[in-house]
């Protein structure tokens, strides 16, 4: 009788052990790679039971637990992002695992921004690629960007580069973005530090930045006009560079005459002396680079005399600019 009783209870035992352990030895799946169509948003800092949940929740996988386990197997624990996902209803755990590691599956608008944009343009882009109204792009104030201490404004901090925009994302979330990139590479370059080395502020090294990334015909020249730049300074001489008399007129082009440089702006480095009050682009890094490490030499004059090909000169003697300027002119038909 004991025997039998203590079978009786080892048979209890062991069937309240099947019950308890099923769920995770043999978890429900689905079979197959499903069908229909599905978003699913995973959090940031989401665990793999969360991801499991909200997979089983939206009808994806049969059971957390089946996710978890496929997961682990695959060691896959660490390489889940963040975002919403393209899925589909009744898939095996495995497969809605391989979606989730394939990159097109996520749901996500991709917006490259390049270097030298000016703010204006900028907002123009993310607006036609993002489809959030252009208005709410121009209507975000400074303050809610995290903008560094220095900047008067968005023109030269928000940061060239591809981002990648979530659904439901706001301006404020791209632009944010964007000034956090800013201050990310202003940091890995010592901005504020080496500015000071060339006797700048922080914004001045921006804006210097600024008109080199808009006048440089390749990144090989921006150390060559940042020099050009600081070598004018010291000799009191006015900057008289073209790009920001345009940024003045608020116009893109090549041809500047006599009459535009005598546009009234605080940006007409034609007619002020020293840096206009702020950046007139949004500036790379390279062009960052080019402002905090100038190259050597005594050039006082520049001409990107082929615009086509990206052709810029250099020289100390105005003679010689005056020819690189007719250069221009020539390849312009403006002679």
Do not use: C
Not at 24 to 51: H, K, Y
Not at 178 to 207: C, D, G, I, W
Not at 306 to 329: G, M, Q
């Amino acid at each position: 009788m004991v025997t039998a009783g203590l079978a009786v209870v080892l048979v209890a035992l062991g069937a309240g052990a099947f019950v308890v352990l099923k769920p995770r030895l043999s978890p429900d799946d689905f079979e197959g790679r499903g069908s229909g169509a599905v978003t699913v948003r995973i959090p940031a800092g989401a665990s793999t039971e969360d991801i499991g949940a909200a997979l089983a929740k939206a009808g994806v996988v049969a059971s957390v637990r089946s996710f978890v386990n496929a997961t682990q197997d695959r060691g896959a624990t660490d390489r889940l992002r963040p975002g919403h996902y393209r899925l589909r209803k009744g898939m095996a755990a495995k497969a809605a695992l391989d979606l989730l590691l394939t990159p097109s599956a996520r749901v996500v608008t991709r917006v490259t921004v390049p270097e030298g944009m000016r703010a204006s343009e900028a907002l123009q882009r993310l607006s036609a690629q993002t489809g959030i109204p252009l208005k709410d792009f121009q209507s975000v104030a400074a303050d809610r960007l995290g903008l560094p201490p220095y900047a008067r404004g968005v023109e030269g901090f928000l940061f060239p580069a591809t981002y990648e925009v979530e659904p439901g994302g706001t301006a404020v979330d791209v632009l944010s973005a964007m000034v956090s990139r800013f201050k990310a590479a202003a940091r890995s370059l010592n901005l504020e530090e080496r500015a000071a080395r060339v006797h700048l502020t922080p914004l001045q090294a921006v804006t210097v930045a600024s008109i080199a990334e808009a006048e440089g015909g390749t990144e090989e020249d921006f150390p060559k006009i940042t020099r050009v730049i600081y070598n004018r300074l010291q000799s009191g001489m006015p900057l008289q560079i073209d790009a920001t008399v345009t940024y003045a007129q608020g116009r893109r082009t090549l041809k500047v005459t006599e009459r535009d440089t005598k546009v009234d702006s605080p940006y007409n480095t034609y007619t002020h002396k020293g840096l206009p009050p702020g950046p007139i682009s949004n500036p790379g890094e390279k062009a960052l680079l080019a402002a905090l490490e100038p190259a050597q030499g005594d050039w006082h004059w520049f001409v990107t005399t082929d615009p086509a090909h990206r052709i810029t000169k250099f020289t100390n003697k105005e003679s010689e600019f005056v020819r690189y300027r007719e250069e221009l002119n020539k390849n312009l038909g403006t002679r």
